[in-house]
């Protein structure tokens, strides 16, 4: 071992190095062997033989031990640090890490330079969806702040808890005997649903290319997160289950209506396959609908299927305006602990400004118009952009409020990105929601709603057309 690899007193290194190779055997020789290491390794540190702050042996060693070059142990070693398991420290080895991980931000959350037309995140632009939030502000507001002198329930009180079943029932969302809790938006919502149904070192199963928000939550909570290959109907069935060969997977995240980035919206019969896959092997769906809302016809949720084992969410950000931070949690009875645990340890308890802006937007009816309002503003920008971007434009829901624009390599894609911004057009390109070196598909994501009108959506439209043609 290195110089530094002091912390196991009871075995030696051969020792240590004997016990790897023997676990390294009794892995699917069907994977890559990089992986296969990986694997074993990060095993070993989920169960205690490795603790936080103790080295692994170095690379020769490990290189020797399992009959593979430096470069395939570089490799795994890699595959690890990127997954938050491992710290590599100059000069001195590779150290598994604890809790105070040592964190450095992801590529998309290192702030830039704000383009003149940004499309690479949502913003509410409408005037007539602001002009009904503003004419309510008054009784919102004054709502809000008689409900600030006390401390709530975590996962929602009485009040609150009524006001989500409204809006899931407003929405034509399916009931079930799921127990529901009120989040600070969705991406609050995934970070109790993953506090509640996995421990540190864990693995969570995801599309290729995925919200970045899964990848930051994961990194936040020690969780590993697998690739899934896709095909037009999202995640492929039988890739999955060969996903599930790792002991340590729990989870699956997944976006069967309207997915983030790539917009897939999932057939019924590819959503029974996942929900029958998912019950035979007990894994956890974790079920991300934020934009479900939007969809003008009825779509079975995943929940709908298997709600025995699915977390399940969705909030008003994406479909009414960014700041309100209601959202709206479905989760298994038996994690009822689990789930008021994290919510009390991440924000303590439902904020009520948020509530009162969700609660008014039921009792005055505003938030339906608000919903018609966008849909229609969407449909209308996606006929545009059919126009202008042609066939290079996939073939999604109009109602939808992302277009994503394929792309032949990540390399491309950046570099459209890139171009884009030099003229003032915002984008984000696939590197930021990949998994992996080799995820696919490639490409660019682009927010219909955050343009200020149709004229400046024409001109954004316009930029990226030509861009497009040059670099094809």
């Known amino acids: 071992m290195d110089s530094n690899s002091q912390n196991i007193p009871t075995q030696s290194e051969e020792e240590v190095l004997k016990h790897l190779r023997s676990c390294l055997d009794e892995t699917s020789e069907d994977q890559a062997i990089y992986f296969r290491i990986a694997a074993v390794l990060s095993s070993k540190i989920s169960e205690g033989y490795f603790e936080a702050g103790e080295w692994l042996p170095s690379h020769r060693s490990l290189a020797r031990s399992f009959d593979v070059n430096l470069t395939t142990i570089t490799k795994s070693l ?10 590599a420290q100059a000069g001195k080895g590779t150290v598994v890490r604890g809790r105070a991980l040592d ?6 959350d290192v702030p830039d330079v704000t383009p003149e037309i940004d499309l690479s995140v949502h913003t509410q632009t409408l005037d007539a969806v602001k002009s009904i939030l503003q004419d309510g502000a008054s009784e919102f507001f004054a709502s809000a702040t008689s409900e600030i002198y006390s401390y709530y329930p ?15 029932r407003l929405l034509g969302f399916e009931e079930t005997e799921s127990s529901l809790a009120v989040t600070a938006g969705a991406q609050h919502a995934l970070l109790i649903a993953l506090s509640a149904c996995m421990q540190r070192g864990d693995v969570i199963l995801a599309p290729t290319v995925v919200y970045q928000g899964l990848k930051s939550s994961a990194k936040m909570l020690g969780l590993g997160i697998l690739p899934v290959q896709i095909d037009e109907d999202g995640i492929i069935p039988d890739e999955l289950e060969k996903s599930l060969r790792n002991p340590r997977v729990k989870a699956l995240f997944v976006m069967p209506n309207f997915d983030n980035p790539t917009t897939i919206t999932m057939s019924k019969e590819r959503r029974a396959a996942i929900a029958r896959i998912a019950k035979a092997h007990s894994l956890i769906l974790i079920e991300d609908d934020v934009y479900r809302p939007l969809a003008t016809d009825d779509l079975t ?9 699915t977390f399940y969410f969705y909030s008003l950000s994406k479909v009414i305006t960014p700041g309100c931070r209601f959202g709206i949690l479905a989760y298994p009875p038996a994690f ?12 303590w308890m439902p904020e009520r400004y948020s509530l009162a802006i969700a609660r008014w937007l039921i ?9 018609k309002i966008t849909r229609k503003t969407n449909v209308t920008r996606h006929e545009i952009a059919r126009q202008i971007l042609g066939p290079q434009l996939l073939q999604t829901r109009e109602e939808g409020n992302i277009i994503w624009l394929p792309m032949a390599t990540e390399a491309q894609a950046k570099q459209m990105k890139d171009r884009l911004a030099a003229r003032g057009v915002g ?11 080799n995820g696919q598909p490639d490409g660019i994501r682009i927010y219909k709603s955050s343009a200020k009108n149709e004229d400046e959506w024409r001109i954004a439209l316009r930029t990226i057309a030509s861009q497009f043609h040059q670099m094809n």
């Not at 890699?78 to 710290?87: A, C, E, F, T």
């Not at 964190?103 to 998309?108: D, E, G, L």
């Not at 009792?363 to 919903?371: K, N, P, V």
């Open 336 to 347: 009822a602990n689990a789930v008021a645990t994290a919510s009390r340890g991440s924000v």
């Open 363 to 371: 009792q005055s009816g505003a938030g339906r118009e608000i919903l």
């Open 154 to 168: 975590a996962a929602g009180d009485t009040h609150s808890l009524d006001t989500a079943r409204k809006w899931t």
């Open 78 to 87: 890699n595959y690890l640090k990127d997954r938050g398991v491992i710290s």
């Open 301 to 309: 949720s995943l929940r709908r299927l298997y709600p025995e084992g």
């Open 427 to 437: 984008v984000s390109a696939s590197d930021v929601f990949k998994i992996g070196e």
């Open 103 to 108: 964190h450095t931000p992801p590529s998309y």
